[in-house]
Nanobody
Framework: QLQLVESGGGLVQPGGSLMLSCAASGFTLDDYAIGWFRQAPGKEREGGSCIDSSDARTYYVDAVKGRFTISRDNAKNTVYLQMNSLKPEDTAVYYC????????????????????????WGKGTLVTVSS
């Protein structure tokens, strides 16, 4: 079965850290650009932290730049999102997505993803930032 599975979500206090994982099964992530996206309650899904396939270049939207770090371990077929200095407004369901055609276009992937049909989406993991 071809799928992405997110894990690592949970409850964390403001200022805390959390690491999310996105594991692929049934296919290898080597040839895919990967992005982390999120959807807060009552809001549209938004980008994002994205990483390219070949050179692992990264792109972050302003809301998470400097606090979140995306990385990949192709040997483990997994992509990670390290989230630091978390804020209550980071509370959301976090999704990972993979797309082969967006290799070399990770800024577009992170910013304009609603206009692209990603090859794969995970089902999401909930992150709650609250004291």
């Amino acid at each position: 079965q071809l799928q992405l599975v997110e894990s690592g979500g949970g409850l964390v206090q403001p200022g805390g850290s959390l690491m999310l994982s996105c594991a692929a099964s049934g296919f290898t992530l080597d040839d895919y650009a990967i992005g982390w996206f999120r959807q807060a309650p009552g809001k549209e899904r938004e980008g994002g932290s994205c990483i390219d396939s070949s050179d692992a270049r990264t792109y972050y939207v302003d809301a998470v730049k400097g606090r979140f770090t995306i990385s990949r371990d192709n040997a483990k077929n997994t992509v990670y999102l390290q989230m630091n200095s978390l804020k209550p407004e980071d509370t959301a369901v976090y999704y990972c997505a993979a797309d082969r055609a967006l290799r070399g276009a990770i800024q577009a992937m992170c910013t304009f993803f609603p206009y692209y049909g990603m090859d794969y989406w995970g089902k999401g993991t909930l992150v709650t930032v609250s004291s």
